[in-house]
């Protein structure tokens, strides 16, 4: 069974918006929240990550909210532009760095 | 730009088949992973080797699946017999993890994705 939860599965934002995706986790012993972003034909490749000890991690346009006690955390892309049309997985490790993945949302940026 | 590849980026064959994909990962990394991606079950972890020793590939069908690390600059994956089934992405990736036994480690959480190799099984 999938160890991290995500939705929606897909999201079309207009340019200049933002996208907002969820993840739920239930093992509490993971400690390393990673978020991928995937375009078609390519591999995924590290877009953002977040410890537990911090509730919040901004990089440029994207941020990651990070909820302990509720063990959910989400990615929020301000300002989406087209070039951000992609797939998003967000995941989870423990110290025996096998991640587990999100099962995806994909995101439409309309110009 | 250090990068992971793997061979071939297309494999097309008839069912039963032996199939080998092989995966060069980023110098001076020693973790590699093999993941499998399909549109039903998303991206799965297959295998993953620690210093070229396999560390877990309970995510294998180990009947048809076997990975191997013969040096440090080559992974294989390989099925045989090929099934329908198995057609799906695979991507190999590497990362740079200092470990410090009983299975916990330090250092870097990133891996690095190699572009995949699509498999379509007839």
């Known amino acids: 069974q999938q160890q991290v939860k995500q939705s929606p599965q897909s999201l079309i934002v207009q340019k200049g918006g933002i996208s907002i995706i969820n993840c739920a986790y239930e093992n509490t012993a993971f400690d390393y929240f990673p978020w991928y972003q995937q375009f078609p034909g390519k591999g995924p490749a590290l877009l953002i990550a977040?410890?537990?000890?911090?509730s919040e991690k901004k990089e440029g346009r994207f941020t990651i909210s990070f909820n302990k006690s509720a063990k959910q955390f989400s990615l929020h892309i301000m300002d989406s532009q087209p070039g951000d049309s992609a797939t998003y997985f967000c995941a989870a490790t423990s110290n025996d760095y096998k991640l587990s993945f999100g099962a995806g949302t994909t995101v439409t940026v309309r110009a | 730009d250090a990068r992971v590849t793997q061979t071939p980026r297309h494999k097309v064959t008839e069912m039963g088949q032996e199939v080998t994909m092989r995966c060069q990962p980023i110098l001076g990394h020693n973790t590699v992973f093999w993941y499998r991606q399909t549109m039903m079950q998303g991206l799965e972890l297959l295998a993953y080797?620690?210093?070229?020793?396999?560390?877990?590939d309970s995510g294998m069908p180990k009947d048809r699946f076997s990975a191997e690390m013969p040096d440090a600059t080559l992974a294989t994956l390989k099925i045989q017999p090929s099934d329908p089934r198995d057609s799906a992405v695979y991507f190999c990736?590497?990362?740079?993890?200092?470990?410090?036994?009983?299975?916990?480690?330090?250092?870097?959480?990133?891996?690095?994705f190699g572009p995949g190799t699509r498999l379509t099984v007839l």
């Open positions: 977040i410890r537990p000890d911090v």
């Open positions: 080797f620690r210093n070229r020793a396999p560390l877990d």
């Open positions: 990736a590497s990362g740079l993890r200092v470990w410090r036994g009983a299975g916990e480690g330090l250092g870097t959480d990133t891996q690095y």
